[in-house]
């Protein structure tokens, strides 16, 4: 459903991008939508739900890209991207909820 969206909302991309970011990709290769959409559709060992799913919040995550994923959803109202994107909602639950127990532990 996320990867059919010619031009998202911007919120949209931005939770995809935060997502990306906590799970250690490097700003540069999740910076444009086109980018974001090739990592949505890897599969095997890189696929975006095997990814998630082997997620450890310990993992250690470049301060950098918190501060960045931190500024891409701190702004994002879930009720607007649920209007247009149930997945996305999904994923913005998941950012919020790594994010917190990040601070929670840091």
Same mark, same amino acid.
């Given at each position: ?13 931005? /939770? ?13 290769? /999740? ?41 891409? /959803? ?9 209007? #247009?994107? #149930? ?7 998941? #950012?919020?909820? #790594? ?8």
């Amino acid at each position: 459903e996320i990867k059919s969206f010619q031009i998202p909302l911007k919120e949209i991309e931005q /939770v995809m991008r935060a997502v990306f970011l906590l799970l250690g990709d490097p700003a540069k290769e /999740v910076s444009t939508w086109k980018a974001i959409k090739v990592a949505i559709g890897r599969t095997g060992k890189q696929s975006l739900k095997r990814r998630i799913h082997e997620f450890v919040p310990s993992s250690p995550i470049p301060e950098r890209s918190l501060a960045l994923a931190r500024k891409l /959803v701190g702004g994002v109202e879930p009720e607007r991207i649920s209007e #247009v994107s #149930v997945g996305t909602t999904a994923f913005y639950a998941w #950012v919020s909820g #790594v994010l917190q127990h990040l601070e929670e532990d840091g």
